[in-house]
C-alpha cells in the first residue's frame, strides 16, 4: 500500500504564507509526476501546481507567482510554498502522486487533505 500524507494547512490571515508537505511511503518503487490540488466547499478539485521527477513545474493561473511547488525526490516529499495567500484560496488541499509500486503497478495516489483558512 501507498500513503500520502499532508501537512502544514492552518489559519492564516490575507497576504500571509503557508508551507504545505506530503510525505509519500509505502510499497512504493518509483514516482513519477506530483501535484498539489485544492477543493473549496461547493467547488470541484482544482489543480494547483504539478512537478514532474525530472523537476519541470506547472502551475495554474489562479495562483502563478504565488506559489511554488518542490520536491525532495530522495525522501518522497512534495512541498507546496504558498504566499500573499487570499480569502480564495481557502480550501482544502490534496498532494496526489503519479508512481509505480514495488510490484509493477503504476497508479495515481491522493492524500486526505489538509485544510487551508485564509480570514482576518
Known amino acids: 500500500q501507498v500513503h500520502l500524507v499532508e501537512s502544514g494547512g492552518g489559519l492564516v490571515q490575507p497576504g500571509g504564507s503557508l508551507r504545505l508537505s506530503c510525505v509519500a511511503s509505502g510499497s512504493i518503487w518509483s514516482i513519477k509526476d506530483m501535484g498539489w490540488y485544492r477543493q473549496a466547499p461547493g467547488m470541484q478539485r482544482e489543480l494547483v501546481a504539478v512537478?514532474?521527477?525530472?523537476?519541470?513545474?506547472v502551475y495554474d493561473d489562479s495562483m502563478k507567482g504565488r506559489c511554488t511547488i518542490s520536491r525532495d525526490t530522495a525522501k518522497n516529499i512534495l512541498y507546496l510554498q504558498m504566499n500573499a495567500l487570499k480569502p480564495e484560496d481557502t480550501a482544502v488541499y490534496y498532494c496526489n502522486a503519479d508512481l509505480i509500486s514495488t510490484t509493477g503497478d503504476l497508479s495515481r495516489s491522493w492524500g486526505q487533505g489538509t485544510q487551508v483558512t485564509v480570514s482576518s
Open positions: 512537478i514532474t521527477n525530472g523537476g519541470r513545474t
